[in-house]
């Protein structure tokens, strides 16, 4: 689609407007979001729209349609989905070797199974390897529960953060800001660096690497635009 419009503003229901006509969404509701702090960002996006529109260069507006269509109708399925990432959670399954890898791991998982213990009142399996252990069925439940009380917005935000790290507690605990969004990436990204360190980097990698940080990015700064002035 070619830009067609001049002016972009947000309306008093915090809708995005082309030259005062609704944007809307593909399923064709109106593309009206819970914060200004997402309105603003999400019609900078529309801004900066040149002679073609990009989705790719859209991320705020897709995640936002994301969570209006596909979410929206039916949180709880959606939220089962991610909730599931709790069976498998990377934080939970460590190197038995080298001893500075050991450690390393350590140093950055360790506290978010520690704060994921006290605030939902769980215990963790945390095993040598990559053998699938499965998880006490209380934490699973009352993990499942917290990603479940989350709004359709809320969750479209959760879902790029999940499934790049591949960890539920550290997305809760980043929407819950007991971390903040690059030193989940690091600790996400640990087993990678330390073979990046140890043998190079592949070429390939790297460029899906950038292609994840930017989704990620985008997961956390819609995340943050929702807790700036919107309700939890």
Sequence with gaps: MKRFWTQVTVDADRAIRLDDRPVRTPGRAALAVPTHALAEAIADEWRAVGETIDPRAMPMTGLANAAIDRIAPAPAAFAAGLARYAESDLLCYRADGPIELV???????????DWARTRFDVHFEVVAGIMHRAQPPATIARLGEAVASRDAFRLAALSPLVTLTGTLVGALALAEQAIDADRLWDAAMLDEDWQTERWGEDELAAQARVGKRRDY????????????????
Aim: charged share 25%; net charge negative; hydrophobic share 50%.
């Design 217 to 232: 990015d985008a997961g956390a700064r819609f995340l943050a635009t929702l807790t700036e002035d919107g309700p939890k």
């Design 103 to 113: 450690a390393r791991q350590a140093a950055a998982w360790d506290p978010l199974l």
